[in-house]
């Protein structure tokens, strides 16, 4: 019996050597596995130094932060229609001011006159030539001034005229002053409120500069936030594809079944999608980019670079006063005032509108003649005239009020019903309303901006050491599951989900940076000034 066991171990040397050899082989083949996959960026020491260069190996146009808010400002959409607004409201106001613009008129005139006589007494022709010359002006209280002054020579074939020809002229200096409708504030109501108007389209474009240096501020940082998780998404790839080779090896040598590999390949697929994804989101972030600043990266087909780096820390002032900053600088509230200024306005010129209208008017005048005597036969008559004398002398004496003129009286123009004013009155005040609402609204929209954006900043420190322990984290779960993976401990698939654990926390990162940095952006916004202190020190 002895020599029988001795025998049989003497048969089964030969193949359990040749066994023992296998596994040798198929132990070094997966330590080789293993090696490879510890080259992985999952297991660095330095992970940041693997994003870096891979970054470095993206093709595109670096543009900085500086230089984006330059092409901005130079070519934004909402800059140049905030430029048009301004523009439209400054012509507006010139037009207000057209009816208290002094006006100048003048006008000649000829007329010969002929017609049939029955009378010996009376001339049958009649010529003469007329010159008028007037200056009115409107003041912004709705008195009317005018200055006239007229002449004219004429000439006719009647016995009986002493002079030939004859001149005449007149001067008169007229006031019309509104007591009721037209008086004061409704006369200059427009001219008041096309100042508002202007003065807010100037808000309103200070307010489009600054919301769009704040606005391609945020494009930039989502820019640097996408080109990271495609970093990292490239580098996630590359790791399962080490992972898939490792899990192959270890399937040749019975260290796994087929389900972990197929679990190794469908976490590879899902990778390779995942780049193709975050590269689209690059090339969104970049075009995103490049329409707010109107212009497109050279070549064509590539894509921005962002060159600059988030700050690293924030500095704030405490919330009460970038309140009352906000509600003392935005422009978009100063804006909003001036449109509820500029409704007060028309609303003040409705209310006297919609009074009768009653005129003071008055005037003072002076009339003068003068012309060449002529000998005139009446009967046994010689009469001549001794009126001597040429145009200067007219106007001397319409001037000098030789023969003075004034008027004075009342004017009553009354529509019975008013609808028109009325109806413009109760329109003013509606406006008046819609302003005051639109104010409101846009204190509680600017309040509540500042205090959203003060809460990200001010949490933004301890939300970035949240996100960097996040990964720390991530980083040593993925080395446990690794090592517990080789010894056999764990699967791929959970191994796959650590993995994935891992991309979601740099992520998660990579939005917290830029966070911080876009809010900063939107306070120096809402509060018209450098509200936070970014460094990169």
Same mark, same amino acid.
């Given at each position: 019996?002895?020599?029988?066991?001795?025998?049989?171990?003497?048969?089964?040397?030969?193949?359990?050597?040749?066994?023992?050899?296998?596994?040798?082989?198929?132990?070094? $083949?997966?330590?080789?596995? $293993?090696?490879?996959?510890?080259?992985?960026?999952?297991?660095? *020491?330095? /992970?940041?130094?693997?994003?870096?260069?891979?970054?470095? %190996?993206?093709?595109? %146009?670096?543009?900085?932060?500086?230089?984006?808010?330059?092409?901005?400002?130079?070519?934004?959409?909402?800059?140049?229609?905030?430029?048009?607004?301004?523009?439209? @409201? #400054?012509?507006?106001?010139?037009?207000?001011?057209?009816?208290?613009?002094?006006?100048?008129?003048?006008?000649?005139?000829?007329?010969?006159?002929?017609?049939?006589?029955?009378?010996?007494?009376?001339?049958?022709?009649?010529?003469? %030539?007329?010159?008028?010359?007037?200056?009115?002006?409107?003041?912004?209280?709705?008195?009317?001034?005018? &200055?006239?002054?007229?002449?004219?020579?004429?000439?006719?074939?009647?016995?009986?005229?002493?002079? #030939?020809? $004859?001149?005449?002229?007149?001067? =008169?200096?007229?006031?019309?002053?509104?007591?009721?409708?037209?008086?004061?504030?409704?006369?200059?109501?427009?001219?008041?409120?096309?100042?508002?108007?202007?003065?807010?389209?100037?808000?309103?474009?200070? *307010?489009?500069?600054?919301?769009?240096?704040?606005?391609?501020?945020?494009?930039?940082?989502?820019?640097? &936030?996408?080109?990271?998780?495609?970093?990292?998404?490239?580098?996630?790839? !590359?790791?399962?594809?080490?992972?898939?080779? #490792?899990?192959?090896?270890?399937?040749?040598?019975?260290?796994?079944?087929?389900?972990?590999?197929?679990?190794?390949?469908?976490? +590879?697929?899902?990778?390779?999608?995942?780049?193709?994804?975050?590269?689209?989101?690059?090339?969104?972030?970049?075009?995103?980019?490049?329409?707010?600043?109107?212009?497109?990266?050279? /070549?064509?087909?590539?894509?921005?670079?962002?060159?600059?780096?988030? /700050?690293?820390?924030?500095?704030?002032?405490? +919330? *009460?006063?970038?309140? !009352?900053?906000?509600?003392?600088?935005?422009?978009?509230? $100063?804006?909003?005032?001036?449109?509820?200024?500029?409704?007060?306005?028309?609303?003040?010129?409705?209310?006297?509108?919609?009074?009768?209208?009653?005129?003071?008017?008055?005037?003072?005048?002076?009339?003068?003649?003068?012309?060449?005597?002529?000998?005139?036969?009446?009967?046994?008559?010689?009469?001549?005239?001794?009126?001597?004398?040429?145009?200067?002398?007219?106007?001397?004496?319409?001037?000098?009020?030789?023969?003075?003129?004034?008027?004075?009286?009342?004017?009553?123009?009354?529509?019975?019903?008013?609808?028109?004013?009325?109806?413009?009155?109760?329109?003013?005040?509606?406006?008046?309303?819609?302003?005051?609402?639109?104010?409101?609204?846009?204190?509680?929209?600017?309040?509540?901006?500042?205090?959203?954006?003060?809460?990200?900043?001010?949490?933004?420190?301890?939300?970035?050491?949240?996100?960097?322990?996040?990964?720390?984290?991530?980083?040593?779960?993925?080395?446990?599951?690794?090592?517990?993976?080789?010894?056999?401990? =764990?699967? @791929?698939?959970?191994?796959?989900?650590?993995?994935?654990?891992?991309?979601?926390?740099?992520?998660?990162?990579?939005?917290?940076?830029?966070? @911080?940095?876009?809010?900063?952006?939107?306070?120096?916004?809402?509060?018209?000034?450098? &509200? @936070?202190?970014?460094?990169?020190?």
């Amino acid at each position: 019996m002895r020599n029988f066991r001795i025998e049989l171990r003497n048969e089964l040397a030969f193949p359990l050597l040749v066994l023992a050899m296998w596994l040798i082989a198929s132990v070094s $083949q997966i330590a080789g596995g $293993q090696a490879t996959a510890s080259s992985g960026w999952l297991l660095s *020491d330095d /992970p940041d130094s693997a994003i870096s260069r891979t970054l470095a %190996t993206f093709h595109g %146009t670096y543009i900085s932060l500086d230089e984006a808010r330059s092409l901005a400002l130079k070519n934004a959409n909402g800059i140049r229609t905030a430029e048009a607004g301004l523009q439209v @409201a #400054e012509g507006r106001h010139r037009s207000s001011k057209s009816p208290f613009d002094p006006v100048f008129s003048t006008g000649i005139s000829t007329s010969n006159i002929e017609q049939p006589v029955s009378s010996p007494f009376t001339g049958s022709e009649y010529r003469q %030539t007329s010159i008028e010359t007037a200056v009115t002006w409107q003041l912004p209280t709705g008195t009317q001034l005018g &200055a006239q002054l007229q002449t004219s020579k004429s000439r006719t074939n009647g016995p009986f005229s002493t002079l #030939e020809p $004859q001149y005449s002229a007149s001067a =008169t200096f007229s006031i019309v002053q509104p007591l009721l409708q037209g008086f004061g504030r409704s006369a200059s109501a427009e001219l008041t409120a096309s100042r508002q108007d202007m003065d807010a389209a100037e808000a309103s474009l200070k *307010d489009a500069r600054m919301a769009t240096l704040a606005f391609v501020e945020s494009l930039y940082w989502e820019l640097y &936030a996408a080109e990271r998780d495609y970093a990292v998404k490239i580098l996630d790839r !590359d790791e399962a594809e080490l992972l898939l080779r #490792e899990t192959e090896l270890r399937a040749e040598a019975g260290v796994v079944n087929s389900g972990q590999v197929a679990s190794a390949r469908v976490f +590879l697929a899902q990778q390779k999608l995942e780049v193709l994804d975050s590269r689209e989101n690059v090339e969104r972030a970049s075009d995103a980019l490049s329409e707010m600043i109107g212009a497109y990266p050279k /070549p064509a087909g590539t894509r921005y670079r962002a060159m600059n780096s988030p /700050p690293s820390t924030i500095r704030l002032s405490n +919330l *009460d006063s970038l309140v !009352d900053l906000a509600q003392v600088n935005n422009q978009t509230l $100063q804006s909003c005032e001036n449109l509820l200024a500029a409704a007060e306005s028309r609303l003040s010129g409705a209310l006297w509108d919609r009074l009768p209208t009653l005129n003071l008017v008055g005037s003072l005048g002076g009339n003068g003649l003068t012309g060449s005597p002529r000998t005139v036969v009446f009967a046994n008559d010689t009469l001549q005239s001794n009126i001597n004398g040429n145009w200067s002398d007219a106007y001397e004496s319409a001037l000098g009020r030789d023969y003075p003129t004034w008027v004075i009286g009342l004017e009553l123009r009354m529509p019975l019903f008013r609808h028109g004013d009325r109806g413009e009155y109760y329109r003013s005040r509606g406006e008046v309303e819609l302003a005051k609402n639109s104010l409101n609204a846009a204190r509680r929209e600017i309040e509540r901006a500042v205090r959203e954006n003060y809460r990200e900043v001010e949490q933004s420190e301890t939300r970035l050491d949240a996100a960097r322990a996040g990964v720390e984290a991530a980083q040593e779960q993925v080395r446990i599951g690794y090592i517990e993976y080789r010894a056999g401990r =764990t699967t @791929a698939f959970e191994l796959v989900r650590l993995v994935a654990d891992h991309a979601s926390a740099h992520q998660r990162y990579s939005t917290a940076v830029a966070r @911080a940095a876009q809010a900063a952006a939107n306070l120096r916004w809402l509060t018209a000034s450098a &509200a @936070a202190d970014e460094s990169n020190q």
